[in-house]
Nanobody
Framework: QVQLVESGGGLVQTGGSLRLSCAASGSTYFINAMGWYRQAPDKQRELLATITWGGRIKYGDSVKERFTISRDDAKTTMFLDMSRLEPGDTAVYYC??????????????WGQGTQVTVSR
């Protein structure tokens, strides 16, 4: 199993910045990719950015110019640097990890989420 814990959310004014962190533990060796998503009230969960074990990065169209995904050298902590935040960015932010175990089983694990609120 893989455990994911997000941190770094909070209240920020329009135009401000935040850095979210996602710490992975457990069977991290089997992680193929990690990603950031968000879900606002009454909206579907939205892809923000993903990074593969090899370092390939992909961004969602809505945040491509403002958000940056990265990770530490140990590949166990992932970050999302968010800038020029807008009220529309208010949501619960989640990280996930896609895994493939040696048994052939594949799982997607999710963190508990961290709230980001952008005030006007």
């Amino acid at each position: 199993q893989v455990q994911l814990v997000e941190s770094g959310g909070g209240l920020v004014q329009t135009g401000g910045s935040l850095r979210l962190s996602c710490a992975a533990s457990g069977s991290t060796y089997f992680i193929n990719a990690m990603g950031w998503y968000r879900q606002a009230p009454d909206k579907q969960r939205e892809l923000l950015a993903t990074i593969t074990w090899g370092g390939r990065i992909k961004y969602g169209d809505s945040v491509k110019e403002r958000f940056t995904i990265s990770r530490d050298d140990a590949k166990t902590t992932m970050f999302l640097d968010m800038s020029r935040l807008e009220p529309g960015d208010t949501a619960v932010y989640y990280c996930n990890a896609e895994t493939s175990f040696s048994s052939g089983e594949e799982y997607v694990y999710w963190g508990q989420g961290t709230q980001v609120t952008v005030s006007r």
